[in-house]
């Protein structure tokens, strides 16, 4: 265990369990008193009592004439008044009670080599200053002061340089849409009366009222009739992808978010018998988080998000088709992960027929209308971090046209070219790429003169 004391005048440290307090030379012996732990102070002169202003933080026992036995019960700053045979005033001992910072010191450069991190105590609480190279050793450090039981704790620790993550994300979403259509659908006159059954597209569900109303048109005359019957097979399959590609700076443990989508007002109510108007945003969205951990080892807490409006209800307010993912991974820089196999699946099935007809075998073919629908819906996230670093000054960044400029009214006109790259330039002082005639061959013989 190691002390450190204090004088008004010279520091003393003390690296034995036992301090030497001569009252000629200092007046006030600040000791640093790790908690439940003690100390004996042997004092040049003789004490003949003393009295701590809290005994509940520090308390202090005579041994002899000129030793006592101080003893750190609990966080804080107290002081020890020492007092000779008769009453007189001889010393005094201002002890602070905390944390045991050099074995905390120890406990830190075991889990956190590379820190530079430096522990005291003010006022019984432990403080903390120095540098560390990034978020995730700061927060092993703090997780290690806690376990010390300190009631607070002064963090005064500087990122020795921030840390910037760029993270390129591909969010694909695959949606599969088939249906099937298969049925019969009749129709007629009677009497002049037209009525029709069965599935199409002028009557997709059929129904008993349909049939009904054709069999009393029939049974109220047989004369008259004329029957028509319309086939109705339909298939439909299509296939949409939503792919979206950001690519965000952020500083290490600072969230960056993007979306890539709009916003549609939705009336909310505003409990007065009101409507509000708010804007929910769609499309596709994302939130991440990194901290840069030792060995370019990056953390990422991911929530990629695409919505999109799948339909309306009677009071005109859309609907939205929500897919979400929460993840946190660990890469390296440069390392990238997937996350497949969402999928979500659906199929719908429906069949109309004629009562009891509809159920003969082969017959009830002609009297039955049938459709399926299934959709399919799957989403891939593939994320890549890496580590950046801003460019030095006088460095000039890139742009997408520094490798293209204007073209001129020839390359225009003549070339239909918008713009040109140093390349195609070259090719054309260089005649490259050009065989054969080229461009507009005009005769101007008039042909043999006698």
């Known amino acids: 265990m190691a002390l450190m004391l204090t ?20 007046s006030v012996m600040r000791i640093n008193l790790p908690v439940s732990q003690a100390v004996t102070v042997t004092v040049s002169n003789a004490i003949g009592k003393a009295v701590s202003a809290d005994a509940a933080i520090a308390d202090a026992q005579l041994i002899t004439n000129k030793s006592l036995y101080l003893i750190g019960k609990s966080f804080g700053t107290t002081t020890v008044n020492l007092f000779s045979d008769v009453g007189e005033p001889i010393g005094l001992l201002a002890v602070e009670v905390g944390a045991d910072t050099a074995d905390m010191t120890s406990a830190i450069r075991s889990a956190v080599p590379n820190s530079n991190v430096r522990v005291g105590t003010v006022n019984g609480r432990v403080r903390l200053s120095g540098t560390v190279t990034d978020e995730g050793s700061m927060q092993k450090i703090l997780q290690i002061v806690d376990q010390y039981g300190s009631p607070g704790v002064i963090n005064t620790i500087t990122l020795a340089g921030g840390q910037q993550v760029n993270l390129e994300v591909r969010i694909l979403e695959a949606q599969r849409d088939a249906g099937r259509q298969l049925g019969i659908q009749w129709g007629g006159t009677v009497g002049g009366v037209s009525a029709g059954i069965g599935g199409g597209p002028n009557n997709p569900a059929g129904g008993a009222a349909s049939f009904s109303s054709f ?24 296939l949409v992808r939503t792919l979206a590609e950001p690519n965000l700076t952020t500083l290490s443990g600072v969230k960056a978010s993007f979306l890539a989508g709009g916003q549609v007002p939705i009336r909310v109510s505003d409990g007065q018998g009101g409507a509000t108007i708010q804007y929910r945003d769609f499309g596709v969205r994302l939130v991440f988080t990194p901290i840069v951990l030792d060995g370019d080892r990056i953390q990422i807490h991911l929530t990629p998000e695409v919505s999109s409006i799948g339909a309306m209800t009677a009071a005109g307010d859309p609907v939205f088709n929500t897919r979400t993912l929460d993840a946190t991974v660990e890469l390296r820089d440069g390392q990238s992960f997937s996350v497949a196999g969402l999928l979500q699946a659906s199929s719908n099935t429906s069949q109309n027929q004629l009562p009891w007809i509809g159920d003969v075998p082969i017959l009830g073919a002609l009297f039955r209308s049938s459709n399926y629908q299934k959709n399919d819906t799957e989403l891939v996230v593939i994320v890549t971090p890496r580590l950046v670093q801003p460019a030095t000054p006088g460095q000039l960044l890139a742009t997408p046209l520094d490798g293209t400029a204007p073209a001129n009214d020839a390359e225009f006109f003549l070339l239909g070219q918008m713009e040109v790259t140093p390349k195609m330039i070259q090719n054309f002082e260089a005649g490259a790429g050009v065989i054969g005639p080229f461009g507009y061959m005009i005769d101007l013989s008039l042909g043999e003169t006698n």
Request: hydrophobic share 50%.
């Open 215 to 238: 069999a009393t048109s029939v049974l109220a005359g047989l004369t008259g009739v004329s029957l028509t019957a319309t086939i109705n097979a339909l298939e439909a399959k299509s």
């Open 7 to 26: 004088a008004l005048t010279p520091t003393v440290p003390a690296l034995a369990q036992t301090v030497n307090y001569d009252v000629a030379t200092t």
